[in-house]
């Protein structure tokens, strides 16, 4: 049992540090993805007033986004979502419409069709990297070898009180330490999930504006 023992606590320990490194992984996808968005929005801008069904376009797709990654119902959670990527593509066809008058308007263009493009690869990483998960079939071994030793030590344990609570509190402590990695490694729709600020922030700059823009036009 000491053998496994040691196994148990080694691979539970690898298991926990992977789910947490996929964790931060996602948690950088969507932050750049948030910082994508905004230079995006901010390079529309500068080309000119010729983007404005562009940039409305860009803060629908923002405000989809975040609904999809980060619903109120967590089992809502849509990553392949056609409509939102369908906006992507309205976006990436408003761009492609505007006619540079000059070199500087052409680079602009041409910076914010990069952007686009690395916008639509977010998409597919966060979808490749949620699907990786944790494999389940490793997971539900490292759940037997740790009911084994549980169960070998409520067999030689003392019977009484003290030794009742102690070895159902170790074994709450070690099943919340499982239960946790399939949330880390996922990132999305569980008890654990990435920080929702970056990307509903950007929304919120892409919303502002907006409405700044149709004040304006309202003032005319």
Not at 116 to 125: E, F, P
Not at 184 to 191: D, E, Q
Not at 196 to 209: D, G, S
Request: proline share 4%; charged share 20%.
């Amino acid at each position: 049992m000491a053998v496994v023992a040691t196994i148990s606590a080694l691979v539970l320990g690898l298991l926990i540090s992977n789910a947490n490194t996929s964790f931060r992984t996602l948690g950088g996808d969507v932050t750049t993805l948030s910082a994508q968005i905004l230079r995006l929005d901010n390079i529309l801008r500068r080309y000119g007033p010729d983007t404005y069904p562009a940039r409305e376009t860009l803060r629908q797709y923002a405000e989809q986004k975040t609904a999809d990654l980060f619903p109120d119902n967590g089992a809502d959670v849509r990553l392949d979502n056609p409509s939102t990527y369908e906006l992507l593509q309205r976006l990436e066809d408003s761009v492609l419409e505007l006619k540079p008058a000059n070199p500087r308007d052409q680079w602009w263009l041409d910076q914010a069709m990069t952007l686009a493009g690395k916008i639509g690869d977010s998409r597919w990483l966060l979808i490749q990297q949620v699907a990786q998960g944790t494999p389940k079939t490793f997971l539900a071994l490292v759940v037997f070898w740790l009911t084994l030793l549980f169960a070998s030590f409520g067999l030689f344990a003392p019977r009484n009180l003290i030794s009742v609570v102690t070895l159902t509190l170790c074994a709450l402590a070690v099943a919340g330490a499982v239960g946790m990695i399939p949330g880390f490694a996922k990132g999305v729709g569980g008890l654990v999930h990435m920080s929702t600020q970056q990307l509903r922030e950007a929304a919120k700059v892409l919303e502002t504006q907006s409405n700044d823009r149709a004040r304006l036009g309202q003032n005319r």
